[in-house]
């Protein structure tokens, strides 16, 4: 089986090189994210609790719950620690500031592949242009066995265009899965992030008044 992919591939042509590393990013892109997007270190638990806990307690510096943890309500919430009790204006420019650098930290290896989700089919393409330039020019060369010649080439040639879709498929689906559940862990937060406002005015919010 493995000898058969390996005459496949050759067959392929040049272009099959820069798919393959396609193709491996898109696994390790993939896997990556999988690990990383996990709800349970995303949206942990007992995340809100370590924040009413700290809220209930009187906003004791020393016992903020950590702005550097997985949670994202950690990383929203973390770096207003030691200016709580906040004027509701500026907590909501804040708040929309850091959930901006949350999004942007979730989607780094989502960009990639939806990048190779476009570039791979392409790349098949230019493949297969390459490999029907190489089998016109050959088929002088052919004499009796041209139709026999020019079939064998064209099947060549349309294995970059295959490889590229079964590369870039898979990669668009991945990329707007990951995008969509980036969403959903970011209005999560935003969920735990309000239930805290509504639990704690008085310790988060200060009156421009005062």
Same mark, same amino acid.
């Given at each position: 089986?493995?000898?058969?992919?390996?005459?496949?591939?050759?067959?392929?042509?040049?272009?099959?090189?820069?798919?393959?590393?396609?193709?491996?990013?898109?696994?390790?892109?993939?896997?990556?994210?999988?690990?990383?997007?996990?709800?349970?270190?995303?949206?942990?638990?007992?995340?809100?609790?370590?924040?009413?806990?700290?809220?209930?307690?009187?906003? !004791?510096?020393?016992?903020?719950?950590?702005?550097? #943890?997985? =949670? %994202?309500?950690?990383?929203?919430? +973390?770096? /207003?620690?030691?200016?709580?009790?906040?004027?509701?204006?500026?907590?909501?420019?804040?708040?929309?500031?850091?959930?901006?650098?949350?999004?942007?930290?979730?989607?780094?290896?989502?960009?990639?592949?939806?990048?190779?989700?476009?570039?791979?089919?392409?790349?098949?393409?230019?493949?297969?242009?390459?490999?029907?330039?190489?089998?016109?020019?050959?088929?002088?060369?052919?004499?009796?066995? !041209?139709?026999?010649?020019?079939?064998?080439?064209? #099947?060549? =040639? %349309?294995?970059?265009?295959?490889? +590229?879709? /079964?590369?870039?498929?898979?990669?668009?689906?991945?990329?707007?899965?990951?995008?969509?559940?980036?969403?959903?862990?970011?209005?999560?937060?935003?969920?735990?992030?309000?239930?805290?406002?509504?639990?704690?005015?008085?310790?988060?919010?200060?009156?421009?008044?005062?």
């Amino acid at each position: 089986m493995f000898e058969a992919a390996l005459a496949l591939f050759e067959r392929g042509g040049v272009m099959m090189y820069p798919l393959l590393v396609c193709s491996i990013l898109v696994v390790t892109l993939t896997l990556e994210r999988i690990l990383v997007l996990r709800n349970a270190a995303l949206l942990p638990k007992n995340g809100l609790q370590l924040w009413a806990d700290w809220f209930g307690s009187g906003l !004791k510096k020393d016992q903020a719950p950590n702005p550097n #943890s997985t =949670a %994202l309500v950690n990383q929203i919430l +973390g770096p /207003l620690c030691p200016y709580f009790p906040i004027e509701l204006p500026r907590l909501e420019e804040r708040l929309s500031d850091l959930s901006r650098k949350a999004k942007n930290r979730l989607e780094r290896g989502v960009v990639y592949l939806d990048t190779i989700a476009g570039v791979a089919p392409l790349l098949g393409l230019l493949g297969t242009v390459l490999g029907m330039v190489e089998v016109f020019a050959k088929l002088s060369l052919a004499g009796a066995a !041209k139709i026999e010649a020019l079939s064998s080439g064209i #099947s060549e =040639a %349309l294995l970059t265009t295959v490889a +590229g879709l /079964l590369i870039g498929i898979p990669a668009l689906v991945a990329a707007n899965l990951f995008t969509r559940h980036i969403e959903n862990l970011l209005l999560g937060a935003e969920d735990q992030i309000n239930d805290l406002l509504d639990q704690y005015p008085a310790q988060m919010l200060r009156h421009e008044d005062r």
